[in-house]
């Protein structure tokens, strides 16, 4: 068996509990992606995070849910940021770039008073959504009457790929109860994408939408507290439907019905650049020990790569 430390963050937030917790693993390089996704389900966190060595970026991170590997994840991102960063292990960097299967990402670090960070996420994405209605508010446990729609219920994706879901009041997320097993089968177009509802009624009077975000049952989880990607995709969202500007600051409350509030500043420049603003907060780490697995030739390559050594 091989031990790691498992490090604990909250992102979104500065309260340890709130927000949304991620797992970071420091000592990635050492691990195949069968030992990473072994330690996502043993963690038991929406995703856990690796950064690894890069050679096209500064680092390189890779995100697991329990169930698969995902191309991006904000909150994770934030973490682990937050991690090395807090750690000392990116030095006085305030600029660098992050390597993801979303593409390669400019991050930009401000410490003035809080660390706070900011992604770049990748370009946004729109495609149609050509199912039922009644069927995906059944799936939310709530009416179809409760989906707004004076404005379109459209997959997105700055990174991941989500249903963004108007709903016309703040009381129907209390009512929420996601049946997620019923989301492949009503997201025919996209049957491995998440469900995010989101309105324009807010919490806290300084926050411009308010959101829910259930998973796709292929990551093992049901839903996540605060959402890094998906509320970038959001702001895109606002940008191209809602109110057309050069540019938007927008903040995004999220987790107050699970009791983890936490919240998103996204800047949206022309539509197309979507800058996603966060913090973080340490919470905890522990130790969980995983199977020895051979690595695959190609993992075997990396490994070396990674460590400098020749064969």
Known sequence: MREVTVYHYDAFS??????NPAGVVLDGEMLTAEQMLEAARKVGFNETAFPLPSDAADLRIR?????HEINLCGHATMATLYALKTRSMLGDKRNLTIETKAGILPIRFD???ELYI???QAAPQFQAFK??????ALSMGIGERDIETEWPTIYGSTGTWTLLVPIKTLSAFKRMKPDNKQFPFILKEMPNASVHPFCFETHDSRADMHARHFSSPFSGTVEDPVTGTASGVMGAYYAKYIKPEPEL???IEQGQELGKDGSVSVTVVNGEQIDMTGTAVYVNEFKIKLAEVPLLKNEQSERNDALGLVV
């Open 14 to 19: 500065r309260i340890p509990n709130k927000g």
């Open 63 to 67: 995100y697991f849910t329990q169930g």
């Open 111 to 113: 410490a003035t008073n």
């Open 118 to 120: 900011t992604m770049r």
């Open 131 to 136: 199912g039922s209605l009644e069927e995906l």
């Open 249 to 251: 600051n927008l903040l």
